[in-house]
């Protein structure tokens, strides 16, 4: 459980922090409405839907482990896909690919996520073990939003900032990736005891 709530977190400070930050390079950088920013993001959210619907098929084959450390990865591809747009990122070649590729890792990984943190326990625990990763995944969306604001700050031009920030975001991807490898392990039920 304990390896499921640092994965998590790891996988907010990368997702959320990126967001933040995305959004504020789709309306600073490129000079996208608000309007235009929401409904540009749209398809990273379909793929979030479409292979999180995917992900129980993927997990009862490979595990929990497996699935959501490749979903961190292929999100953090997603993230550093973002380092492709500099100052004139064309939508369609550029950061369409970013935002499908970046949601697909996300519906792969969270769902294992959540697995991890709730499974094998009894009852009465569950609920428990739901609010803790639940506050994983806030606490580590404040530290990534803190984090990638921060490390803006160090680029010597507002584009150089944004590379620093998508830079950082991918590697929360891998340290998370890093976590489920290593961390979640299958859990084999409990033998039935005989009498």
């Known amino acids: 459980m304990a390896a499921a709530n640092l994965a998590a977190l790891a996988w907010a400070c990368a997702t959320i922090g990126w967001q933040f930050v995305a959004v504020l390079y789709l309306q600073g950088e490129l000079g996208y409405s608000a309007l235009a920013t929401g409904l540009g993001i749209v398809p990273m959210g379909l793929a979030i839907v479409i292979t ?83 506050s994983s995944v806030q606490i580590g969306a404040g530290i990534g939003v803190a984090a990638l604001a921060a490390v803006m700050t160090l680029g010597e031009s507002a584009p150089a900032g944004y590379r620093i920030a998508f830079l ?13 490898a290593y961390g979640l392990r299958s859990r084999r039920p409990a033998p039935v005891p005989t009498t």
Request: hydrophobic share 55%; net charge positive; proline share 3%.
């Open 52 to 134: 999180a619907n995917l992900a129980g098929r993927l997990i009862a084959r490979w595990g929990l482990g497996r699935v959501a450390a490749a979903g961190m990865l292929v999100q953090g591809s997603g993230i550093l896909l973002f380092l492709r747009a500099g100052a004139t990122g064309d939508y369609l070649t550029v950061l369409l690919p970013a935002l499908v590729v970046h949601g697909v890792g996300n519906g792969l990984s969270f769902p294992g996520l959540n697995i991890a943190a709730v499974g094998g326990l009894p009852d009465e625990r569950q609920g428990l073990a739901s609010g803790l990763v639940t």
């Open 168 to 180: 950082t975001a991918g590697g929360f991807s891998l340290v998370g990736a890093l976590i489920a």
